[in-house]
Structures are given as C-alpha cells and as structure tokens.
C-alpha cells in the first residue's frame, strides 16, 4: 500500500510496527510531516508511545528529547500538569452540548 520498508518482525518493536502500519495507512502516518517515511529506520525514533515533558518514549523502549515538539505545538512541553488539570475538569464539566456553551463568549472576548 505504501512506499515504507518493511522488515522482520523480529528486529525491534518499532521496525515491526512500521511494516504494520504501512499495510494500513498510507505513509505510515496520519500527517505527512511525521512519516516515518522520512526518517532513517533503524537510526532514530519511529513511533512514540509516551511523552512528558520535553522527551518521549518510543516503543523501543527508548527515551528520545523532541526537539520537534510536536512540529511547534507543544512548545512547552508534554503531559504538564496544569493542562491536565484543565482538561480533566472540562471533561467533568462536560464537552459538547446541543446548545451553546459560555464559554464560546469568554474565548470569543478573549481573541477579541
């Protein structure tokens, strides 16, 4: 389906995972400039599972820092707490509703 290697399973997690996933989604990634298309396999990480702070863990089990940070948007950093925080709360508060939310006024005040 792709134009990903594919290797024998028995090589690292990562390497079976990229053989997997290029049967599945083309360029083995849901955005073009995360590919692991583009990297050298075998050299670098190829597919995260965690991340806190500014590292990630891949599925080698390897501890990487992401210089990438996510292309830009997690310039400080993963899993923080305070975001956290606020997401659980919103999600107890609720996340879509069938009518407006409030707080469509306060973000739109906000940008404004």
Do not use: Y
């Not at 396999?41 to 891949?58: H, S, Y």
């Amino acid at each position: 389906m792709t134009n990903l290697p594919t290797f024998a399973a028995s090589q690292t997690p990562s390497l079976a995972w990229l053989t997997e996933v290029g049967e599945v989604i083309p360029a083995g990634c849901s955005t073009l400039a995360k590919s692991p298309a583009r990297l050298l396999p075998g050299r670098g990480a190829i597919v995260a599972v965690r991340a806190k702070d500014a590292e990630f863990t891949d599925l080698d089990g390897r501890t990487w820092l992401d210089c990438e940070m996510a292309m830009g948007t997690a310039t400080w950093g993963h899993a923080r707490p305070e975001v956290e925080e606020a997401v659980v709360a919103q999600l107890r508060r609720g996340t879509s509703f069938s009518v407006a939310d409030h707080l469509e006024l306060v973000l739109a005040q906000r940008l404004l």
